[in-house]
């Protein structure tokens, strides 16, 4: 064997072995990285690269600064998906979206479309709350934004673009036939033309960037139902009511038509 052969064996090697040890070193690095993030709460960078990331994802610095947790979704997954925008402080402590009163409330109205079903029939307070809470555990609940906003602000559109693929992936793999929207951010993320006041309850067409078709369906968020809004309230159960005939099969053929049959249901609508 001539020296220059010898000499090529020899560099291969060591070109294999100084990639084996970069590789170590990178998944120490990571692992270490890690440790030390989930110890102190400090925020490790991390490329997106699926819900199997997620835990440490540091795509908004500001979100990342302000946040305890982030909020994945929560519930069963089914035909319905229910999406709202970000996760308050209580939802953040849970470590789920849409809990408290604004669970118990979102549980009333999917019972109102048949999509969960509540047998409160001369039950107590305290026990229409489990029965409730219960109920929500069977509705899949997302976030637009996995991240709390810091009080009194708004999402930025980039932060809204980062955070998008992680609900991308999510109904991508559990395919619902419906999604339900809340409030206006969340609405904005599959309708951005829309308006809420315009579309509260009208089922339409939404189709995923991978073609896949489903139903999209924009409603007031249910916190916006506050005791104190009986308006705002009744409104709302109208429109989940209306969502109910959807699933039953007895949608309206156009939006004109819709706000129709939406008016002849709640006269007197001045909250829109
Ligand atoms: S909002 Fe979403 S993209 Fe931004 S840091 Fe939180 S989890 Fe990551």
């Known amino acids: 064997m001539n020296r220059s052969v010898i000499n090529m064996g020899a560099t291969l090697a060591g070109g294999i072995a100084f990639s084996a040890l970069y590789v170590v070193n990178q998944v120490f690095s990571a692992a270490i990285a890690m440790r030390k993030s ?18 440490n994802c540091t795509r908004c610095p ?25 996760p308050n402080y209580k939802d953040e402590a849970a470590g789920e979206p849409l809990i408290g009163w604004t669970g118990q409330r979102l ?9 969960v079903t509540l047998d409160e029939a001369g ?4 026990e229409i709350r489990l029965i409730r809470d219960e109920a929500l555990q069977s509705i899949r609940r997302e976030s637009v934004i996995m991240c709390r906003l810091p009080r009194n602000t708004k999402v930025t559109p980039k932060e809204t673009a980062n955070c998008a693929p992680y609900l991308l992936d999510t109904i991508a793999t559990h395919l619902p036939q419906v ?12 309708a951005p033309a829309d308006t809420l006041a315009s579309s509260h309850g009208w089922p339409h067409r939404w189709e995923h960037p991978n073609g ?23 409104v709302m159960e109208i429109d989940w009511w209306y969502l109910g005939e959807t699933l039953a099969g007895r949608a309206p053929k156009s939006h004109a038509e819709f706000l129709k049959r939406r008016m002849e249901t709640h006269a007197g609508d001045r909250w829109g």
């Open 123 to 126: 039950k107590s307070a305290p």
């Open 62 to 86: 500001r979100l990342c600064d302000s946040r305890r947790a982030i909020v994945t979704g929560a519930g069963k997954f089914g035909v319905v998906m229910v999406v709202t925008g970000s």
């Open 179 to 190: 999604i339900i929207s809340l409030g206006t951010p969340a609405m904005k993320w599959f």
């Open 212 to 234: 896949t078709m489903m139903i999209h369906v924009a409603m007031h968020h249910p916190y916006a139902a506050y005791p104190s809004y009986i308006e705002r309230a009744k």
């Open 107 to 115: 549980a009333y109205l999917a019972s109102l479309a048949g999509i």
């Open 38 to 55: 989930i110890l102190t709460g400090a925020h490790v960078r991390c490329e997106f690269a699926g819900i199997a990331n997620l835990f």
